[in-house]
C-alpha cells in the first residue's frame, strides 16, 4: 500500500470553516479538510449574466490550468457541484450549501435543450480568470445541456437541505439566509419536476417531419440529460443509458416534492430496479443464469443476454436501442466496454443510500445486487493482499483490477458496502469486518490521516497540484464514507429513517400484451406500486377493450380508476364513491379504438390506499 497520506490531496484554499458547525460524524475532520484546504474552490463573481459580490458565490473547480487535458483554465461540473452541496447539507454547513445554491439558482436560467429552457444548470461550465463563468461546450456537446447525475445530486441536496430544518442539532431556516429568496423545498421540488420533465425521454418526438415514440418502459429510465432524453426516441441507435446516473432512494424521496409526479417516480423505481437486475445477480430469485468469467467474457456490441448472464460489478455505457420492461429478463442492452471506471463508481453510493433506508431493508433483491457489489470490491481488494484497489477492474470473475494503488472513491465505495453489517458476499472471501479493518486503516480514524491516494498518482503526477479528477475524488469519496453507518452526520441517519408512500396516489396493475386477447391475472394483498406482466398471442388494432376488477376498498372516499395504453393514451375506466369493495364485470372503456394493442397496458387506482385483489384485461 502506497504511504501517502490523504490528507496531501487538500491544496491550501481561501475559505473560513468559522461558520461550520460540527456534527456527530466520524469524518468531522475530513469535511473541515475538504472545505477549508482543497485548491479546487473558486468564488465567481460572475454567473451567466448575474453578477456577485466576491465570496457570496462557490464553485468546485473540476479542471485547472495546470491539467494537460486541453480544456484549459477553471471548470465548474454539475456532477460534482452537486456532491458538494450534498456534503454541505449533511454536515451541517448552511453558508457553504446557500454560495454553491447561488451558482445554481443564477445558472439554471442558461438551461436549454432543443431551443427551450430545461430548468436545469448546464452541466459544464468555464472560466479563464477564475472569476466569470459561462457555458462551456466541452468535448463538443452542447453548451447548455443538462447532465442528470448532477441533477439527481443536486435535487438530493435540496431536499436534504430541507430536511435540516427539522434535525436536530441543524435547525436551519427554511430559506438561504443568502443566495434567493425561493424556500428549500420549493427549489427541491423545481428541479425534482424540471428532471421528470426533461431529463426522461418523451412518449413521442419529431425527426424532421416524422413522429418518433418511445415505449412506456423507456420513458421511465433516466436518460444522460435533456438533450439525450429527445435524441434517444428520435435516434435510439445513439441511446446512452450508465445505470449508476439512477438513483431509486432518490425518486422515493422526489414523491414528497413532486405531487404531480408521484405515479411516474413509483414506476421509475420499477422500471429502473428490473434494469438493474437484468445486469446483477441479485440473489436466489435469479434463476438459470451464469455468472460471466474468466473463460466466459461478457462480448460487446451485441445484447448483454440477460435472460443467460449476469455480473457482479458494473461497466458504465450501454449503447444503441435500450429496451427497458418490467420483467427483468426481457430488458434488451448493448454492452459499451467489459472493464468499470470511475464513470461506474457512483453505483454503491447510490445504492446503499436506498438499501439503509428503514423502509427498504426488506427489498431482497437490491440487498442483493448490494452483496454482488461487496463481493466483486471485496475479492479483488483481498486477492491483492489489500494493497490495491484501482478505479479501472474487470466485470466478470475474478475481477482482475488494472493498477497497482489504492483510489480513494473506490475504497469509500467499499467501506459503504462492508460498514452495513447486513450485507455478505456471495461467494468464500473476505469477510466485511476484515474489509473494514484494512479500510479503516487506511482511511485513519478521521478520515485524513490514511494512506489511499488520488488517481493522478497512477497518472504520474504531482499531487500537490489540482487535477481533473481531484474534487470529483474528494467529494465522492466523502459522501461514500458518509454513507456507511458508521460514518452518518445526523441528517443521513434522518433520511435513512425518512419512510415514503410507497404509491400516493394509487395502485398500479400492469398488462402485457403482444397482440390481442385476454390478460388475466389474480393478485392477493397487492401492495402499493407492485406490478405484473401478462403475456398473450395473436395482433391487431383495438377494437374494444373491457376490464375486471376486484377491489377492497378501506373507506368510501372518491376513487379514479384509469387506464393507459402502450402508446400512452390515458382513459379514465370510473371517477366516483364507491362502496368498500369495488367489483367491475366486463367494464368497457371507450377511446382505444384504432390503438395497437402489443405492449403494456397500465391500470391504475387513485384515491384510496387498498389492494387490487384480482383483474384482468380484454383487448379485442
Not at 414523491?255 to 428490473?274: C, H, N
Not at 466485511?432 to 491516494?453: A, K, P, R, W
Given at each position: 500500500?502506497?504511504?501517502?497520506?490523504?490528507?496531501?490531496?487538500?491544496?491550501?484554499?481561501?475559505?473560513?470553516?468559522?461558520?461550520?458547525?460540527?456534527?456527530?460524524?466520524?469524518?468531522?475532520?475530513?469535511?473541515?479538510?475538504?472545505?477549508?484546504?482543497?485548491?479546487?474552490?473558486?468564488?465567481?463573481?460572475?454567473?451567466?449574466?448575474?453578477?456577485?459580490?466576491?465570496?457570496?458565490?462557490?464553485?468546485?473547480?473540476?479542471?485547472?490550468?495546470?491539467?494537460?487535458?486541453?480544456?484549459?483554465?477553471?471548470?465548474?461540473?454539475?456532477?460534482?457541484?452537486g456532491y458538494a452541496m450534498i456534503l454541505a447539507a449533511l454536515y451541517n454547513d448552511q453558508a457553504t450549501f446557500d454560495k454553491l445554491s447561488a451558482f445554481v439558482q443564477a445558472g439554471i436560467p442558461l438551461g436549454k435543450s432543443y431551443g427551450t429552457a430545461t430548468g436545469l444548470i448546464p452541466w459544464s461550465w468555464r472560466s479563464t480568470d477564475g472569476s466569470e463563468y459561462q457555458p462551456s461546450n466541452a468535448a463538443g456537446t452542447n453548451a447548455f445541456d443538462s447532465a442528470s447525475d448532477g441533477d439527481i445530486n443536486i435535487a438530493i441536496a435540496y431536499i436534504y437541505a430541507d430536511k435540516a430544518a427539522s434535525v436536530a442539532g441543524y435547525s436551519w431556516s427554511a430559506a438561504p439566509k443568502q443566495g434567493g429568496s425561493l424556500s428549500y423545498k420549493t427549489m427541491a421540488s423545481n428541479y425534482i419536476k424540471a428532471i421528470r420533465l426533461k431529463d426522461f425521454a418523451p412518449a413521442t418526438a419529431k425527426d424532421g417531419t416524422k413522429q418518433m415514440t418511445s415505449s412506456v418502459a423507456n420513458q421511465h429510465i433516466l436518460t444522460l440529460g435533456a438533450d439525450m432524453a429527445v435524441t434517444g426516441v428520435i435516434q435510439p441507435w445513439?441511446?446512452?443509458?450508465?445505470?449508476?446516473?439512477?438513483?431509486?432512494?432518490?425518486?422515493?424521496?422526489?414523491?414528497?416534492?413532486?405531487?404531480?409526479?408521484?405515479?411516474?417516480?413509483?414506476?421509475?423505481?420499477?422500471?429502473?430496479?428490473?434494469?438493474?437486475?437484468?445486469?446483477?445477480?441479485?440473489?436466489?430469485?435469479?434463476?438459470?443464469?451464469?455468472?460471466?468469467?474468466?473463460?466466459?467474457?461478457?462480448?460487446?456490441?451485441?445484447?448483454?443476454?440477460?435472460?443467460?448472464?449476469?455480473?457482479?460489478?458494473?461497466?458504465?455505457?450501454?449503447?444503441?436501442?435500450?429496451?427497458?420492461?418490467?420483467?427483468?429478463?426481457?430488458?434488451?442492452?448493448?454492452?459499451?466496454?467489459?472493464?468499470?471506471?470511475?464513470?461506474?463508481?457512483?453505483?454503491?453510493?447510490?445504492?446503499?443510500?436506498?438499501?439503509?433506508?428503514?423502509?427498504?431493508?426488506?427489498?431482497?433483491?437490491?440487498?442483493?445486487?448490494?452483496?454482488?457489489?461487496?463481493?466483486?470490491?471485496?475479492?479483488?481488494?483481498?486477492?491483492?493482499?489489500y494493497a490495491s484497489l484501482s478505479n479501472?477492474?474487470?466485470?466478470?470473475?475474478?475481477?482482475?483490477?488494472?493498477?497497482?494503488?489504492?483510489?480513494?472513491?473506490?475504497?469509500?465505495?467499499?467501506?459503504?458496502?462492508?460498514?452495513?453489517?447486513?450485507?455478505?458476499?456471495?461467494?468464500?472471501?473476505?469477510?466485511?469486518?476484515?474489509?473494514?479493518?484494512?479500510?479503516?486503516?487506511?482511511?485513519?480514524?478521521?478520515?485524513?490521516?490514511?494512506?489511499?491516494?488520488?488517481?493522478?498518482?497512477?497518472?504520474?503526477?504531482?499531487?500537490?497540484?489540482?487535477?481533473?479528477?481531484?474534487?470529483?475524488?474528494?467529494?465522492?469519496?466523502?459522501?461514500?464514507?458518509?454513507?456507511?453507518?458508521?460514518?452518518?452526520?445526523?441528517?443521513?441517519?434522518?433520511m435513512d429513517a425518512t419512510v415514503v408512500p410507497n404509491v400516493t396516489s394509487g395502485l398500479t396493475q400492469f398488462f402485457m400484451v403482444n397482440g390481442s386477447g385476454t390478460a388475466n391475472t389474480v393478485v392477493t394483498n397487492e401492495t402499493s406500486g407492485s406490478s405484473h406482466s401478462h403475456l398473450v398471442n395473436q395482433s391487431a388494432i383495438v377494437k374494444t377493450v373491457d376490464l375486471d376488477l376486484n377491489f377492497e376498498n378501506p373507506s368510501d372516499k372518491m376513487v379514479k380508476i384509469s387506464l393507459t395504453s402502450p402508446q400512452g393514451l390515458t382513459k379514465t375506466v370510473a371517477n366516483r364513491r364507491f362502496g368498500r369493495n369495488i367489483v367491475l364485470r366486463r367494464k368497457l372503456v371507450n377511446g382505444f379504438k384504432g390503438q395497437s394493442s402489443a405492449g403494456l397496458w397500465k391500470l391504475v387506482v387513485t384515491g384510496s390506499s387498498g389492494t387490487i385483489v384480482s383483474t384482468s384485461l380484454n383487448v379485442k
Open positions: 500500500m502506497l504511504g501517502i497520506k490523504i490528507s496531501v490531496i487538500f491544496t491550501l484554499l481561501m475559505m473560513s470553516t468559522s461558520s461550520w458547525s460540527a456534527t456527530d460524524s466520524k469524518y468531522n475532520k475530513y469535511y473541515s479538510d475538504y472545505i477549508s484546504k482543497g485548491g479546487y474552490w473558486v468564488e465567481p463573481t460572475k454567473v451567466g449574466t448575474t453578477s456577485f459580490s466576491k465570496g457570496s458565490v462557490l464553485a468546485i473547480n473540476d479542471i485547472s490550468t495546470q491539467t494537460s487535458s486541453g480544456f484549459g483554465g477553471s471548470a465548474v461540473v454539475s456532477e460534482s457541484h445513439n441511446w446512452d443509458w450508465r445505470p449508476d446516473y439512477s438513483d431509486i432512494r432518490a425518486y422515493q424521496l422526489f414523491t414528497l416534492y413532486d405531487s404531480d409526479g408521484v405515479q411516474f417516480w413509483s414506476d421509475a423505481i420499477t422500471y429502473t430496479r428490473e434494469a438493474w437486475k437484468a445486469l446483477f445477480y441479485f440473489g436466489s430469485d435469479d434463476t438459470g443464469r451464469q455468472t460471466w468469467t474468466d473463460t466466459d467474457r461478457p462480448p460487446t456490441g451485441v445484447d448483454i443476454a440477460a435472460s443467460t448472464h449476469n455480473q457482479y460489478i458494473l461497466n458504465h455505457q450501454f449503447i444503441s436501442n435500450p429496451e427497458f420492461n418490467l420483467v427483468y429478463k426481457q430488458v434488451k442492452l448493448i454492452r459499451y466496454q467489459v472493464n468499470t471506471d470511475p464513470d461506474s463508481s457512483r453505483m454503491p453510493v447510490r445504492v446503499m443510500n436506498y438499501v439503509n433506508a428503514s423502509q427498504n431493508s426488506g427489498d431482497t433483491h437490491l440487498v442483493g445486487i448490494a452483496n454482488s457489489l461487496l463481493t466483486a470490491l471485496g475479492s479483488t481488494y483481498a486477492s491483492s493482499q479501472t477492474m474487470n466485470i466478470w470473475s475474478p475481477w482482475a483490477q488494472n493498477g497497482s494503488y489504492v483510489q480513494d472513491f473506490i475504497a469509500a465505495d467499499l467501506a459503504a458496502l462492508a460498514g452495513n453489517p447486513s450485507l455478505k458476499p456471495w461467494s468464500t472471501g473476505p469477510s466485511s469486518s476484515t474489509l473494514m479493518q484494512y479500510l479503516n486503516n487506511g482511511f485513519g480514524t478521521n478520515g485524513t490521516d490514511g494512506t489511499f491516494v488520488c488517481c493522478n498518482k497512477e497518472a504520474g503526477k504531482n499531487l500537490s497540484l489540482p487535477d481533473i479528477y481531484r474534487s470529483f475524488n474528494s467529494s465522492l469519496t466523502l459522501w461514500a464514507l458518509t454513507v456507511q453507518p458508521a460514518g452518518h452526520t445526523g441528517l443521513q441517519t434522518a
